[in-house]
């Protein structure tokens, strides 16, 4: 029987008896030994497996499993290095899993800090993790261990170097993972000495030691506690001492501690020394330090000063000059990143690992961003991680951004003469330098004239040179000033693209059909930059896109696929129903669908295809009938597969992915195959798959089928019918706000559902007629949201006035004010309509709000006014003038009415203007 290898047992026995009134089983004890020696020894596949499912499974069964971990990681100082690191990690994860109960924690608690002084680094870690990760459990927070901190602090001041890095690395990973639970004010005094000691460590002999004190301190930054702030001073202080630290480490985290207080609390660059000092040592730092690390995290500062509003502007401007040299110098390839890149320059065929098409998912159509987003280019570089030259090019950007056309006069010629080097890096570096700038600097460079020829230099010269990633960075560059190129010195109005508009596209499809992956990524990417810029002036070289668009899916492999397929939908998108052109589907649609249907329905490429076939169905319409069947039973396919999966599974996410792509290509299918889509509709299980989505876990698949529901309810009216008694609440129950696209899309649908129904649904407007004006009267929330709930309202007033009307006065003027900002469309036909049938009804709820009511009648375009609205609106206002007059109030009320509204009401819907 194999025996654990424990030297003085008894001893042992005794103290672990002491320890906590618990008494260890010798059985159980050899018994963990012989699992974990088994999952230390790989060697026996079969033997390592076993002892691994073996200890994860008496984790769950022994409630006091984690006692027998802890003994032997705590308590047999004989055993192997590698049995006891073992059995600290697999305790660490007993903790973590809540495998292990208060008393048995409390247990841990009491012997583990003894292990922060342990002659073996690799223990004190250990122990270091453990801690952090029993503070981690609700059960055993702070607040209820509280002799935690004072223990370390007490370690912190023992002049043991071993406690001193063990119990520093405990509040390294403390301050790191419960920066929140420090800040709570009961623990004020307590972190305001831990970072008072933090700063006296800073002198510490040993780096490394110097480096966790300054990060632990660092973690107090973002949240600012009070007692940040009173030590704030001697820390900045403190760091700026270290600036010549021979510690590598150390020097990063003053680094990223300066990027951090510039964003956080900037006001201490207020100080013309400190700020001096500061930028002179991080200019230097970015420049010349021997630390590839150091320099990268040096580079940061530049973009955190610049994105900080509260920084005043002249804190950089006399170091402009110096700055946008040292970035520039900081694009240049290094031998690592080259390495690096080495796979994508040639047929090596991708890795699946590497390939995650689900980031390529973008929200269903009438999705509401929650707040606005910047518009992110394509990273020129693919998936690398980020280096120093992506941070000197985003820095590069983030100043051209802010001071524009001051910098480059002093850069230019860098740049130019840069452009002429003969090392091709060199080149590189300036070219991706040109597109760093393209945003901030356009009109400057155009001012001086020098915009025109480096693109006609790139296009002629760059783009056909003999290195692969002066090929792909051209291509970037060049998509980042396609607006430029698309219409500079063409006609836009008549279709007409600029003269430097074939010869890129004519390049970039060249570079699309390379031998390189990564010049190919760079041209794909481009073109969909491009499309979307370009639009129309496009229309000449469509073919030809297509065409090697069609050579592209025969090339690629799988990476590059993925961006094609989003060049095509991006094309589909930008030029519309021009995709309907006979020789433009015959081009499009059968390499397309060729494609499609190769993919097996696990492949995750299916993601971005489904999108790629809804943009690309939507724009051919009508045309895409002949091949509607196929696709659509293999959408409804995917959709009842995933759902049927997630019975088993309910939290898996990458099923969620099929549904919301595969709901959003047949949705695109309704919008772009009207009436063709009806039978196969009527011939599926879509409805009973959508009723499930709609309470499905997952937002994103609300989402896209209350989308799904809107435009079925424009085409296929008659299949709905059977569901609506089970539609209807389904909406009721998402009209909540905090989910903010599901309820937009819910709303939107119903709103479909009812203009076409009428007045038979009188019963349903009532019962959704509360939470929509609830909606209304929440002017804080999104304006998309708010727009949809007024038209829904509107399409509700239209059908079922008698509904409505009563509670009109609830909502007109919140109503009336969303609608004055929508464009003139059917929507907000209906909707108005729906306010004169409500008002004819309700006139005394329009009373008080008559001045609003004029402006959003005014906000109507007259040539977009229908015969019906015009007639009906006049009538009302006709209607409104004769009944106050005759009461002596029209002049009252009217004449609030600026002259110039007036006159334009005068001319849409006839009312007098006196």
Not at 520 to 537: G, I, K, Y
Not at 578 to 587: A, G, K, Q, T
Request: glycine share 6%; with cysteine; aromatic share 6%.
């Amino acid at each position: 029987m194999y025996r654990f290898p424990v030297a003085g047992s008894d001893r042992f026995m005794q103290e672990a008896h002491r320890m906590a009134g618990w008494q260890p089983d010798q059985v159980k004890l050899d018994q963990v030994g012989q699992l974990l020696s088994g999952a230390a020894d790989p060697t026996n596949h079969q033997v390592h497996v076993q002892a691994l499912q073996m200890l994860d499974q008496a984790k769950r069964d022994y409630p006091d499993f984690g006692c027998y971990l802890l003994v032997v990681f705590c308590k047999m100082p004989s055993a192997a290095l590698e049995l006891r690191q073992l059995a600290g990690i697999h305790l660490k994860n007993t903790i973590k899993d809540k495998h292990m109960k208060t008393d048995v924690l409390g247990f841990v608690r009491s012997e583990v800090l003894g292990m922060l002084g342990d002659p073996e680094r690799i223990f004190r870690r250990t122990a270091a993790q453990i801690v952090t990760t029993i503070v981690a459990r609700e059960d055993s927070s702070l607040k209820t261990w509280p002799e935690l901190l004072p223990k370390l602090m007490e370690l912190l001041n023992s002049g043991s170097e071993n406690h001193v890095e063990g119990s520093l690395g405990a509040l390294r990973l403390i301050c790191e993972d419960h920066t929140r639970q420090l800040c709570e004010q009961e623990f004020g005094e307590q972190l305001n000495q831990m970072i008072a000691k933090f700063i006296t460590l800073f002198h510490l002999p040993r780096g490394d030691l110097r480096a966790a004190a300054i990060n632990c301190i660092r973690q107090f930054i973002l949240p600012l506690p009070n007692a940040f702030l009173m030590n704030m001073d001697s820390f900045l202080k403190g760091l700026l001492d270290l600036h010549k630290d021979s510690s590598a480490e150390v020097r990063k985290e003053i680094c990223t501690s300066l990027c951090l207080l510039a964003e956080m609390k900037a006001d201490f660059l207020a100080d013309p020394n400190i700020c001096t000092f500061v930028i002179e040592f991080l200019l230097w730092t970015t420049e010349h330090d021997s630390d590839y690390d150091v320099k990268k995290e040096a580079c940061e500062f530049w973009s955190t000063i610049c994105e900080n509003e509260e920084v005043p502007d002249g804190v950089l401007k006399p170091y402009l000059t110096r700055l946008t040299l040292v970035l520039l110098n900081g694009m240049v390839y290094s031998e690592d990143e080259l390495s690096a890149l080495s796979d994508d320059l040639d047929s090596v065929p991708d890795k699946t690992e590497e390939i995650n098409p689900a980031s390529l998912h973008h929200h269903s159509k009438h999705a509401v961003a929650e707040e606005e987003e910047e518009d992110e280019d394509e990273d020129e570089d693919g998936g690398m991680d980020w280096t120093l030259r992506k941070c000197s090019a985003s820095g590069l950007d983030t100043i051209a951004n802010h001071y524009q056309a001051d910098i480059l006069d002093a850069l230019l010629p860098h740049i130019h003469s840069k452009l002429q080097d003969p090392d091709w890096k060199v080149q590189e570096s300036a070219v991706l330098a040109m597109g760093a700038l393209a945003e901030g600097c356009e009109a400057g460079l155009l001012e001086r004239q020098y915009l025109p020829n480096f693109v006609v230099h790139l296009i002629n010269t760059v783009l056909n040179c003999d290195k692969p990633l002066l090929r792909s960075i051209t291509c970037w560059t060049l998509s980042r000033y396609s607006r430029f190129i698309s219409y500079s010195g063409g006609k836009p109005d008549e279709g007409i693209g600029g003269p430097m508009l074939e010869p890129l596209v004519m390049g970039l499809l060249k570079c699309m059909l390379d031998n390189s992956k990564r010049v190919q990524e760079a041209a794909v990417s481009a073109m969909a930059v491009l499309e979307e810029e370009a639009r129309m002036v496009l229309m000449p070289h469509v073919p030809m896109i297509l065409q090697v668009y069609a050579q592209a899916f025969s090339k690629y492999q799988a990476k590059n696929l993925i961006i094609l397929y989003d060049a095509c939908g991006t094309l589909a998108d930008s030029i519309g129903k021009e995709l309907m052109r006979p020789d433009l589907v015959n081009l499009m649609l059968p390499p397309l669908l060729a494609k499609w249907e190769s993919l097996k329905d696990e492949d995750k490429s299916l993601f971005p295809m489904l999108e790629c076939l809804s943009s690309v169905v939507q724009a051919v319409g009508p045309s895409f009938a002949h091949y509607a069947q196929p696709v659509f039973n293999r959408s409804i396919h995917l959709i009842g597969v995933a759902l049927e999966s997630q019975e088993k599974d309910p939290y898996n996410s990458l099923e969620d992915e099929y549904i919301v792509c595969s709901l959003d290509l047949v949705s695109g299918m309704a919008e772009g195959l009207e009436g063709s889509l009806e039978s196969l509709v009527g011939n599926s299980q879509l409805l009973p798959m959508m009723l499930k989505c709609f309470h499905h876990i997952s937002p994103d698949v609300r989402q896209s089928a209350f989308a799904l529901l809107g435009d079925l309810a424009k085409t296929c009216l008659t299949h709905l019918r059977p569901y609506l008694e089970n539609i209807f609440p389904s909406v009721q129950m998402n009209l909540d706000p905090e989910v903010l696209s599901v309820c937009n899309n819910a709303c939107w649908s119903v709103g479909e559902i009812v203009i076409r129904l009428g007045s038979e649904v009188a019963g349903v407007v009532s019962n959704l007629l509360i939470p929509l004006i609830n909606l209304m009267c929440r002017p804080q929330l999104n304006r998309n949201l708010l727009q949809n709930a007024a038209i829904t309202i509107g399409r509700f007033g239209f059908v079922c006035p008698e509904v409505v009307a009563p509670s009109l006065q609830q909502f007109i003027q919140p109503w009336c004010k969303e609608l004055t900002g929508i464009r003139d469309d059917i929507e907000k036909e209906h909707a108005f309509r729906g306010l004169v049938k409500m008002a004819t009804m309700n006139p005394q709820g329009c009373l008080d709000s008559m001045d609003i009511l004029f402006r959003a009648l005014d906000s109507w375009q007259q040539e977009r006014l229908s015969p019906e609205l015009r007639k009906e609106v006049s009538e009302l206002l006709q209607w409104f003038k004769a009944n106050l007059e005759s009461v002596n109030q029209w002049q009252g009320v009217y004449g609030r009415v600026p002259q110039e509204m007036k006159e334009r009401l005068h001319v849409k819907y006839g009312l007098p203007p006196t």
